[in-house]
């Protein structure tokens, strides 16, 4: 596999091609704002590799995923939310409203998080 894709918008974030707000980053991961925050902290943690999800990493770099995983701890210590807590995502597919297709986990935190999805009915 390459390392990047063309089109991938995250691939050009990586790269620098499109700006973005740094947060943290390692040799194999960058982390940086959300353009459109969905809580006071919202970063994206992806692997400066291309890879089309979290499944996609998970079956072909697991140390990779971890390390994406240790970056997101990492932003939430250096946010301060590490003690009032915080929440990490990976949306995979269409049901988990996922649009953008490079692997990245979302950290959100710095006040009360909403539910996450919608309470179950049975009936
Ligand atoms: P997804 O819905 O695929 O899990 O998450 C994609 C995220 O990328 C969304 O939260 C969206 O706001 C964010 N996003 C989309 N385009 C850009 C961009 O150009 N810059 C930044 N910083 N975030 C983006
Ligand atoms: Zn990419």
Redo the contacts with the bound molecule.
Sequence with gaps: MSSTEADC?FCK?VLGD?P?TPVYETGLTYA?????AQAEIHV?VVPRQHYEDAAVLASEDPALLAEVMLAGVEVAKQEGIDESGYRMVF?TGPDA????FHA?L?VLGGEQLGLFGRPYRTG
């Design positions: 918008l974030i499109i973005s940086f704002r959300d353009i459109n994206l949306n409203g996922r649009t953008v990245h979302h």
